[in-house]
């Protein structure tokens, strides 16, 4: 090393001596120096130039006010979002129809429809498990109230000082919590007013969103990380609105057996609120089996409750977190945590609305926040369901239970993209901007065609004689 040193002092001596300093090899490294000074300035301004950990609160300071600010207009905020999310639900309808060369208008009358049936079937699902509970259970008030007393009873024999524990709770009353039930039925019964609203924000967002070719393709000229953004969120929501519905019909279906086979009275109606809780995430099928396991229990006893809750939570298991995960796969996007924790936060700000609709407002936000820029891609890994690597195109995973790496059905190759998904955005925002120029090249092409023909169909009626005003 010290050899090497030597050497380079021996030629930057003779350089001295020969009159060649390198000026010009000189003025490149400081030209080099001086861009290098520039972009790390230009790096280190504004919020990059603060650590990590004070930019990460700063987002999170302002996505409280975003969602204290929401809350605000929740009245207005959340029948719209759940238009829009209905509206994507139901979009794919309306696009086979316009392929199959169906009118535009027709299209959309149709998608219009279908989002009223969906809207009024689970508004009426909704009324029937409610009224169910405020029925049914009060039939039953005065034995759960002589289970309640007796369970404290057997608690004091036994030797456990419950007092200190249980006084506030000895004097309680079935009675009121069923009239509270009553109460809250009413209250839902008359949000005639929000039904109206979603009704006519429906027609609206429906009316809009049925041809989007040329405005998608604009927007996606302009910011293509937020157009691709928004297509995932459309395809993620309209998979959580599907898996949801069909995997709750079936899980509510077996808990209508099992609810039979124990003797519960009217296992349809909580046949039904079991498919209803369902749409809410984490704990809706805990509040689902809570009325059915009651009843056991005043009717029947211990173990037919015993029974009845075992069975509830036999088929959560097999359906919702077996079986839906290996059918579904990642598509949703989302694991269990965030899933709890959204829950908590859009229930207890936006209401019973927020509760149904947690993971698509999670999934609307995530998709601008974080999905739209290479630059908070990394925030992703604390909403990512699994450690597999994961692709920014949401698509079915592939199925390869022999391990071969190879798709079992159409034995595509089963492979990930390994790349940061950083690089990711970076690749398909470019793909995303020349095919958007692309589409609007052919629409523009599409439009000239059509005024050509158009004047020519002017032009030949006004050279017909048949045409013409007898005079």
Known sequence: MAMGLLDKAKDMVQAVRSGNTGDESSSAVEVGNTVEVKELEEKASGLAAWPTGMRFAFALAASALIIFLLAQIAGVFMPTFLAFSLALA??????????HRWPV?????????????ILFVMLGLIAIAITAMVT?????????????????SQLDQRGFDTSAVLDSWKNVDINRIFSYLSGFANQISGAGTTLFFIIMVSIFVVGDIVVVRRRAAELASYVPGFAIALRNFSLRVRTYFLMTTVFGAVVALVDVGILFAFGVPTPWTWGILAFVANYIPAV??????IPPILLALALGGVWPAVGVFIGYMVASLLFLNILQPRIAGNAVGLNAT?????LMVWSTVMGPLGAILAVPLTLFFKAIFVDSDPRTAWIDVFFRPSDEPTSLVVDRKKRDRDGDGFDDVTGESRSFDTRLREEQIHDAAEKERARAQATLDKLNQEALVQAAQKAEKEKAKKSDPSEKTEE
Request: aromatic share 14%; proline share 4%; charged share 15%.
């Open 284 to 289: 809706g099928f805990i509040l689902s089996m």
């Open 338 to 342: 965030v899933s709890f924790l959204s």
């Open 136 to 152: 049914e259970l009060p039939r039953y008030g005065s034995k759960f109230q002589a289970l309640y007393e007796q369970a404290i």
């Open 105 to 117: 208008g027709l299209a959309a009358l149709v998608n219009i429809v279908l989002l009223f049936v």
């Open 90 to 99: 139901v979009r794919p309808v309306s696009e086979w129809l316009i392929r």
